[in-house]
């Protein structure tokens, strides 16, 4: 065969594959190898520092750049090693954490008791200004003692194990060699995956981290990509240029099942739906009476069965039946438009004003069925959707002035009630607009309280507190929906953790 000819050739055959599977090759996966997963999120991760905040699509990155301290069982929820692969209590207030040897950060430093202290201790300093600080509050000093983490509580700690599950250890010496700003965008860690590429606002590519100590994964790329647009995301996955998509809703879980080669992946969650109040700065909803009207006038078993079909439950408080502290015999959410309209008229509320904040996270179906709810008793909703981090950044502003009303999905990765009410209504915390000592006191209390019945008897008592002030408001349990297509084996779990070692491609 000659040069020409078999050049022809060659072209020839590259048009014919060009765009089409006659070469047995899906043409938006040609170029993914089978290593190679593609993720479309709903928005771009707010940070890379996993000291900073932890909303879903932050935390579905970063947590596969790092390592976390503990880590649980994706089928029984129990507490499992991870980092630390034993601990021990030495008297009420102290634990001791052995730490896995062998372990060293991507740069090929050890990674040691003394990063996991340090780790801890950044959190703790109000300095940096972490979203996660009312997590590890309680721990009133972390500390090194040879191979073994130490930690010290200011009071025993019931939950003091559940959040270790979602404490990332970082390196001590390269964040105080480069910096905080530095270390979020290029952050060194010991987990699975190391940071390849960032571009801002679009895709982060993570690849196989070859120093990990674990077992090799299947999966050697990881590209998260941006997808605000439900739609685009939905489409992603028909032309098959994404592999798994997260945060669905119930409409584009029905277009998915359409497709036979496509599937939806969905588990119950301990995320709970939620409106929360601004009742330091909100204007109309400073009123208690105003919060209870809206309360009243939302259709909770409308937004169940018409728009979440199946992927939610009721609730009757601000947790879910997975979260410890859940009481079953509270009395579920009234829905009384007749009841409202009468507070809103007590209040001298009627045709109030409200700003309701939201991000493309969060099913604009749900807000808009809220916004038409409260218009219906004779609140006027104006909805202010902006980006995840920039939602983030207005709702933890301490002046208290970025509305009357949010929606959100709130989970602590915790499965605790301590990880829902403490930080979003305890008085002072960066997500809280509420203050009410009654309250706070409760919380306190239910945090060095070991006893689960007494425990439980505390909650009993806030949730029956915030069922009166109304705070906030939980709409439904809510169920993680990801649609995926076939070349993905992985189940998710109540916690939603998006662990890439977990995965498969093929």
């Known amino acids: 065969m000659n040069r020409r000819f078999r050049t022809t050739l060659i072209l020839l055959i590259a048009t014919l594959c060009f765009g089409t599977a ?6 938006a996966t040609a170029s993914r190898g089978p290593g190679t997963i593609v993720i479309d999120t709903a928005n771009y991760p707010s940070t890379l520092d996993p000291g900073k905040q932890y909303d879903t699509d932050t935390y579905s990155v970063y947590r596969n750049i790092f390592d976390q301290l503990l880590r649980r069982d994706s089928r029984t929820n ?3 090693p991870w980092l630390a692969t034993s601990w021990r209590q030495t008297d009420p207030v102290t634990w001791r954490f052995t730490m896995r040897q062998g372990v060293t950060f991507s740069d090929g430093s050890p990674l ?6 340090f780790s ?16 590890f509050s309680v721990i009133s000093q972390a500390s090194a003692d040879g191979a073994d983490l130490v930690v010290r509580t200011s009071v025993p700690s019931p939950t003091l194990l ?3 599950t979602s404490l990332s250890v970082v390196p001590q010496a390269y964040v105080q060699r480069v910096g905080d700003k530095q270390f979020a965008v290029a952050p060194i860690g010991s987990g699975p995956f190391v940071l390849r590429s960032a571009t801002a606002g679009s895709e982060v590519v993570l690849q196989a981290n070859t120093r990990w100590w674990g077992p090799p994964t299947q999966i050697r790329t990881a590209v998260f990509r941006a997808v605000p647009n439900m739609a685009s995301r939905v489409a992603d996955l028909q032309s098959r240029k994404a592999d798994l998509a997260t945060a669905l809703t119930p409409d584009a879980a029905d277009q998915i099942r359409r497709d036979p080669n496509l599937a939806i992946l969905s588990t119950p969650t301990e995320r709970v739906a939620y409106v929360a109040f601004n009742a330091i700065g909100g204007g109309p909803t400073n009123d208690p009476r105003v919060r209870k009207a809206i309360a009243e006038a939302i259709d909770y078993q409308a937004l169940i069965n018409n728009l979440q079909r199946g992927y939610a439950q009721p609730i009757n408080s601000m947790a879910t039946p997975l979260a410890f502290g859940y009481d079953r015999s509270l009395p579920n959410n009234e829905h009384d438009p007749d009841d409202a309209k009468r507070l809103l008229r007590e209040a001298g509320a009627v045709g109030a004003k409200l700003v309701m904040v939201t991000s493309p996270s969060f099913d604009p179906q749900i807000v808009q069925a809220i916004q038409a709810d409260l218009a219906a008793v004779g609140l006027q909703v104006e909805i202010q959707n902006s980006d995840q981090a920039t939602y983030l950044k207005k709702v933890q502003d301490p002046a208290h002035n970025w509305g009357s009303i949010r ?3 709130w989970s602590c990765s915790c499965l605790d009630s301590d990880g829902v009410i403490y930080p979003l209504f305890h008085t002072g915390e960066i997500w809280s607009s509420y203050s009410n000592p009654e309250f706070d006191e409760i919380v306190e209390q239910a945090r060095e309280v070991i006893d689960p019945q007494q425990r439980m008897a505390l909650y009993r008592s806030a949730f029956e507190l915030l069922n009166r002030d109304l705070p906030g ?5 809510a169920y993680a929906v990801y649609g995926a297509n076939s070349r993905l084996q992985w189940t998710p779990d109540a916690s939603e953790s998006l662990f890439l070692d977990q995965m498969k491609v093929s």
């Open 162 to 164: 559940s959040y270790l």
């Open 407 to 409: 929606f959100g999905k």
């Open 22 to 27: 006659a070469c047995g090759i899906e043409p």
């Open 112 to 117: 040691t008791a003394g990063d996991a202290a």
């Open 120 to 135: 801890i201790n950044r959190i703790l300093d109000k300095k940096f200004g972490s979203q996660q600080y009312a997590n």
């Open 78 to 80: 129990a507490v499992v």
């Open 473 to 477: 408001i939980g709409l439904f349990q």
